[in-house]
């Protein structure tokens, strides 16, 4: 059985609340360096709004701030536009507001041990044994946290970012930058910018497979033009497989991009 594994940003940024996650108990702000695309940036800011905790979210700055950044600073992060936008430029930014108030830092894509434990633990709630499994790579955390649920699988891993390396995985290197979207649309919600070129890639070599989604954040923009097709929020929600909620909170959010909410121009 060959099964394409879609990036669960949601699934992943709850393992703020799996028992493993110790090493955040007792911190009020949690503070993580994003690409400007990054799905990240919005998950961290959507769990840590349901704890009540802080998130801020240090992100290269652009002329026009990514739909995920604004989405991130509706659900209560604080944000951080830093320019030059080199990642590590970034990423040092984050690590000295650190250093100088005592939050939190969390490491790129989650990439700690007890994360890719519930990652294999997630991956495992699916009931499914299979033979090879591909997936998107940015940190490499997602495709660790498959490769110990199903350590006899055949894992593909398809780069999007930056040089990685998995241990046991084959990997792939899709041609265009992160920042670009994919050419190709899966036949489930996706981030253009990460498992959608995995998709690419799998499809090319093997057919469509089998794809498993627990949970996907769709952009707004998406969601919001096929709101304005059907206008019927119960017919969207059908088509994406996704709940009602998640569509009028989509709505919701487009409507006040549309109105003029962004984000406010600060500096890390």
């Known amino acids: 059985m060959l099964i394409m594994l879609a990036e669960l940003r949601h699934r992943r940024c709850k393992l703020l609340r799996h028992p493993a996650y110790a090493g955040f108990d007792g911190v009020d702000e949690v503070v993580y360096a994003s690409p400007a695309e990054g799905g990240a940036q919005t998950a961290l800011a959507i769990v840590a709004e349901q704890l009540g905790k802080r998130a801020t979210i240090f992100v290269a700055k652009r002329q026009a701030p990514h739909a995920r950044t604004l989405m991130a600073k509706a659900h209560g992060a604080k944000i951080f536009q830093v320019s030059p936008g080199y990642l590590s430029v970034v990423q040092a930014k984050a690590r000295a507001y650190c250093a100088a108030g005592g939050a939190r830092l969390a490491p790129f894509g989650f990439d700690l041990a007890w994360s890719i434990g519930a990652i294999a633990e997630a991956a495992l709630t699916t009931g499914e044994t299979p033979a090879e499994v591909w997936c998107a790579g940015g940190s490499g955390t997602l495709a660790r946290g498959l490769a110990k649920a199903w350590p006899r699988a055949r894992l593909n891993v398809v780069q999007v970012g930056r040089d990685l390396t998995v241990a046991g995985a084959t990997m792939h290197k899709h041609g265009l930058p992160f920042g670009a979207v994919a050419r190709t649309k899966p ?4 981030d253009p910018h990460y498992d959608a070129k995995a998709f690419e890639i799998c499809l090319a070599r093997h ?15 998406t969601l919001y033009g096929a709101f304005e097709s059907e206008r019927q929020v119960a017919i969207v929600a059908e088509d994406f497989d996704i709940d009602r909620d998640a569509v009028n909170q989509a709505i919701a959010f487009e409507e006040r991009l549309r109105a003029g909410a962004g984000v406010e121009d600060q500096t890390g």
């Not at 036949?187 to 996706?190: E, S, T």
Request: proline share 21%; glycine share 10%.
């Open 187 to 190: 036949p489930f919600p996706a």
């Open 207 to 221: 057919g469509p497979g089998k794809a498993v989604i627990e949970e996907a954040w769709v952009p707004t923009d």
